[in-house]
C-alpha cells in the first residue's frame, strides 16, 4: 500500500497490545488478526495507543483497577485507580485517557479500538475493585464522553 491509499484510510485509534505491542501490563500483548481485517473491510488504519504508557506507566506494570464506583467517578474526581498494593495511579491514568482524546483529534479518528476488560480501554467491562463488572475503562468514558465510538476488543484472536 502506498503512502497516499494510507492516507486515504480512515484513522481509528487501536490499543497498541492488539496491534502486537508488549505494553500489557505483564510484559504481553494481545495480538488481534481479527482485528487487522476488520479494519481493512471498514478502509480503516490503525493510530496505536497504549494510554497507560503514555500516562507514565512502565511496562510491566502491577495489575490496577478503579477503587469503588466507576470511571465517571474517576473523570469527576470522586474515585481512584489504585495497584494491587494500594499506589494511586488515577494521575497516570487520567494523563494517559487525555492523550487517547488528543491522539484521536490529532489524527481526525471518530473511532476507537479498545482492549476490552482493561481499567483504561474496557468498553463494556473492566475491574472495579479487583473484580470484573459491566462499564467502561477511564479512557474509554472520556471517548465516549467526547463523541468518539469505541468498540471493546478482547484480543488474541486469529
Known amino acids: 500500500m502506498t503512502s497516499k491509499e494510507e492516507r486515504e ?8 497490545c492488539l496491534l502486537g505491542k508488549e505494553c500489557r501490563y505483564d510484559g504481553a500483548h494481545n495480538r488481534d488478526a481479527a482485528l487487522n481485517r476488520t479494519m481493512a473491510e471498514r ?5 496505536p495507543f ?3 504508557e ?3 506507566l512502565g511496562t510491566p506494570r502491577p495489575p490496577a483497577w478503579i477503587e469503588s464506583r ?8 470522586e474515585a481512584r485507580v489504585v495497584t494491587e498494593r494500594g499506589l494511586d495511579v488515577t494521575a497516570e491514568f487520567l494523563a494517559g485517557a487525555r492523550g487517547a482524546l488528543e491522539a484521536c483529534r490529532a489524527a481526525g479518528a471518530e473511532r476507537a479500538y479498545l482492549k476490552e476488560r482493561s481499567p483504561s480501554c474496557g468498553a463494556r467491562s ?3 475493585d479487583g473484580a470484573l463488572t459491566d462499564g467502561p ?7 465516549e464522553s467526547a463523541g468518539i465510538e469505541v468498540e471493546g476488543v478482547e484480543g488474541r484472536r486469529g
Do not use: F, Q
Open 9 to 16: 484510510l480512515k484513522p481509528a485509534l487501536v490499543s497498541a
Open 126 to 128: 473492566t475491574h472495579v
Open 54 to 56: 503514555h500516562g507514565g
Open 43 to 47: 478502509g480503516e488504519r490503525a493510530v
Open 137 to 143: 475503562g477511564v479512557t474509554t468514558a472520556l471517548l
Open 70 to 77: 466507576d470511571a465517571a467517578a474517576v473523570l469527576a474526581g
Open 50 to 52: 497504549c494510554p497507560e
